[in-house]
């Protein structure tokens, strides 16, 4: 089965990045995903560059754009003001999350006038009607959770608040993705709306850090082949085969679609979604 599947990009801060996302999105808006994301920076950096580039995005590139907001320091009016700014434009998919606190803040702090977590967010932006929302989950259990059954039952939270689906954060064994998903069926969630979020790993030293700083689980045996690889310069060719090996263990076991975090470097998505069976069906012709 061939799966759906959706990117992920950063805005770009600089001409040179701008250029990348371009040339990322060339290359992937081929692959005819259900939607591309656009994300904030930790703290809400890049709030103006992703409103930008969202509205971009949706008016050049013909892509079912989705935009992330947060409730990092900005009001609750001001939150909404930029919903509605996205409606306006003829934005109707939010991805809404909590966010990252600022670099170097240590914990996420509400603003006096904001949204506390997520969940209000999500209940806030449900009841105007005009979204498809989206959020995140965590198969691996979140830094502040006490455990991994807190992370299940906040998720519900917010599937109850109004979610329509969860995207996970990255992996790197399915199995990892099949127990949080038997537990969230426990917890009374569809697995329908669980989509596994696909890291390629371009670079191994920074998707470790990465990986460390999100509490994703680092099996050993990833940790020793990319040690050899990286020695051999076949990081990518091994990349390569543990994520479309990945994907495809979670399309055996009744995965239908596949979020993937693309870092505005789509070479090695790319060849995934080859593996896959995905092939090419659109061509951009408008983003310049």
């Not at 449900?126 to 807190?150: I, S």
């Amino acid at each position: 089965m061939t799966p759906k599947i959706s990117f992920e990009f950063f805005p770009p801060q600089s001409l040179e990045a701008s250029f990348r996302l371009w040339d990322t999105i060339q290359v992937l808006a081929p692959m005819d995903p259900r939607f591309v994301s656009v994300t904030y920076g930790a703290g809400g950096t890049t709030r103006d560059l992703t409103r930008d580039a969202v509205k971009t995005l949706h008016s050049s590139s013909g892509l079912n754009v989705a935009a992330h907001l947060t409730c990092v320091n900005a009001s609750k009016a001001e939150t909404l003001e930029i919903a509605e700014n996205f409606a306006d434009a003829g934005v109707k998919e939010i991805v809404a999350l909590r966010g990252d606190p600022p670099k170097g803040a240590g914990k996420f702090t509400q603003h006096p006038e904001g949204f506390a977590n997520s969940v209000e967010l999500i209940e806030a932006l449900a009841a105007t009607g005009k979204f498809t929302l989206r959020v995140g989950a965590y198969p691996d259990p979140h830094p502040e959770a006490p455990n991994a059954q807190a992370d299940v039952d906040w998720l519900k939270r917010k599937i109850d608040a109004g979610a329509d689906e969860a995207l996970t954060q990255f992996f790197f064994e399915a199995e990892t993705f099949f127990r949080f998903r038997d537990a969230c069926a426990k917890a009374g969630i569809d697995g329908d709306k669980l989509v596994p979020g696909i890291l390629p790993i371009e670079n191994w030293k920074g998707a470790r850090n990465f990986a460390k700083r999100c509490g994703t689980h680092i099996p050993d045996w990833v940790e020793n082949a990319f040690e050899k690889a990286t020695r051999d310069d076949r990081e990518d060719l091994l990349a390569t085969a543990i994520c479309t090996e990945l994907c495809s263990d979670l399309l055996e076991g009744g995965v239908n679609k596949l979020h993937f975090y693309t870092l505005n470097r789509p070479e090695l998505t790319r060849d995934v979604c080859f593996a896959l069976g995905i092939t090419p069906k659109t061509v951009l012709e408008n983003v310049a």
